[in-house]
């Protein structure tokens, strides 16, 4: 089993500090293989003891084997790079085959009968995924669109129990959204999650949870890239699917 897997399969079992060192690794995977027991325990703000004792509860015997299939999964990589397309192109169709298994009722009954729609996003790539959102539904859905830590302070205090608040970003883990997630649910305002596949806060804290499947390709041994295009996958295929329920609804008024 990847270190991917383990941490999924492990994470509803970690407390806070565990949970604190899983969010940590997901993005250093790369310092992990190159630091000390005693430098990545300081990177985490955590002690050995618990940095070890979490490797153990992913079964593994201690950092050592952590840090050293981490290396492997990392050299496998870069070993791949020549089926990126391949790769990339899987995930595509995998995440066509999600979506249309996914019931949307829930989401489209919520967006049907809301007064407004925010759709925000917590970077640039989202930010960008929200601009095209709101133009793809226009003919459809009049939507708002905000990005930025200001505006999402705005959003916490415009929006009502009436609107919908559609929540962009990619690990669901940024301390802006959480803030902005926990202000909605407190203030029962419905709010969607739109996060990459995987166990995550933000999607924990909404009422709807839609899911992109982003995987980092490895460029080199330093660097990956991040795919974008299964967020503006998400967005038409949601746009096409709620013609589909409008006029299901129509039909059924007559």
């Known amino acids: 089993m990847r270190i991917d897997e383990r941490l999924n399969k492990y994470y509803e079992e970690f407390g806070e500090n565990e949970k604190q060192i899983c969010h940590y690794l ?9 630091k000390t ?20 509860k ?24 020549d089926h990126m397309v ?28 809301a007064r407004r729609v925010f759709v925000y996003g917590s970077g640039s790539s989202q930010a960008r995924a929200c ?18 830590h200001d505006l999402s302070e705005v959003l916490e205090q415009r929006a009502s129990p009436e609107d919908l608040v559609i929540i962009i970003s990619l690990s669901g883990e ?18 969607v999650s739109v996060t990459r596949l995987e166990s995550n806060t933000l999607a924990s804290l909404c009422g709807e949870n839609l899911y992109i499947h982003s ?9 990956d890239y991040q795919m974008t295009t299964p967020y503006f996958i998400l967005i ?19």
């Open 26 to 34: 997901k993005g250093h995977y790369g310092d992990c293989c190159k």
């Open 37 to 56: 027991l005693e430098e990545f325990a300081a990177d985490c703000h955590v002690s050995k003891t618990l940095l070890v004792r979490f490797a153990k």
């Open 174 to 191: 940024s301390e802006a959204v959480l803030k902005l997630a926990r202000v909605l649910r407190a203030r029962h305002v419905p709010a």
């Open 58 to 81: 992913l079964g593994l015997s201690g950092y050592r084997e952590l840090k050293a299939r981490i290396k492997l999964e990392q050299q496998e990589k870069l070993g791949d790079r």
């Open 131 to 148: 601009g095209e959102m709101k133009r793809i539904f226009l003919p459809v859905k009049e939507m708002i669109s905000l990005h930025g």
């Open 86 to 113: 391949q790769t990339m192109t899987d995930s595509y169709h995998k995440m066509m085959d999600d979506l249309m298994k996914k019931d949307l009722s829930g989401f489209f009954d919520k967006l049907y009968g």
């Open 236 to 254: 038409e295929y949601l746009y096409l699917s709620y013609r589909n329920y409008i006029s299901r609804q129509e039909t059924g008024r007559m």
């Open 215 to 223: 995987l980092h390709l490895p460029v080199n041994a330093r660097l």
